[in-house]
């Protein structure tokens, strides 16, 4: 365990479901991410929140909406997805959410979503 | 555009040493990452360097160079537990994170 548990770990899903993705961090971090890892690419920055307020939205689909009630709490609600969506959804969180090196990122161990 | 790359698949021996390497072109610089990922588990923060020359952390060291974009990752007295994906990501001078798609390693006893 990390201290970022993100749930469910496994997602199978039709392009006209509805599901959400959990993460929470409990390392008193400031700034929490979705990442997506797909098979032998670079990690996709999807969003960024700092002190709960969305810092970054990198072009994302909008059948994708993430949602922080807290500095604790990040999800990712997905609707219509397609089958190129399936992936390795990655949260992390940070101290804050400036950019240096100092930042270290810990991540989760990601939900595995299928996209039938 | 900004590019990460480090090969994709490496194999080594179980108590040798090997050196995974990272050649970066971005938009400026402000400090590379190596992180590790075991299969189905999350990445975990490996080094940081900003500053050209070698870091070490016991089997690990990292070596960066600014003036040719490179870095490489050492590990040394290889042990099956190192088997994992290592990751190269760069800070640019915006300081976003640029990443590498991982290299693969593969130990064989």
């Known amino acids: 365990e990390t201290g970022v548990t993100q749930t469910p770990r496994h997602l199978v899903m039709g392009m006209t479901n509805k599901k959400s993705l959990k993460c929470e961090q409990h390392?008193?971090?400031?700034?929490m991410y979705w990442y997506k890892q797909s098979a032998k690419k670079p990690l996709e920055l999807m969003f960024v929140?700092?002190?709960?307020?969305?810092?970054e939205n990198n072009s994302v689909p909008s059948r994708f909406s993430p949602e922080c009630p807290n500095s604790s709490h990040l999800f990712l609600h997905l609707h219509t997805l397609q089958p190129e969506d399936s992936a390795l959804y990655l949260c992390?969180?940070?101290?804050?959410?400036?950019?240096?090196?100092?930042?270290?990122?810990?991540f989760g161990a990601g939900s595995r979503l299928t996209v039938l | 555009g900004q590019n990460i790359d480090q090969p994709t698949e490496m194999t080594a021996t179980e108590g040798a040493i090997v050196q995974i390497n990272c050649t970066y072109q971005?938009?400026?610089?402000?400090?590379l990452f190596w992180y590790q990922q075991h299969a189905g588990e999350a990445p975990t923060f490996l080094s940081y360097?900003?500053l050209d020359g070698l870091e070490e952390k016991g089997r690990f060291s990292s070596f960066l160079s600014r003036s040719k974009g490179y870095s490489y990752l050492l590990l040394k007295e290889l042990q099956m537990k190192d088997s994992a994906s290592y990751l190269c990501?760069?800070?640019?001078?915006?300081?976003?994170?640029?990443w590498g798609a991982g290299t693969k390693l593969i130990i064989k006893p």
């Open positions: 990501a760069v800070l640019d001078s915006n300081y976003q994170l640029i």
């Open positions: 971005t938009s400026g610089f402000n400090g």
């Open positions: 929140y700092s002190l709960e307020e969305r810092v």
């Open positions: 360097n900003v």
């Open positions: 992390a969180s940070s101290q804050d959410g400036k950019n240096s090196g100092a930042n270290v990122l810990t």
């Open positions: 390392l008193g971090h400031n700034a």
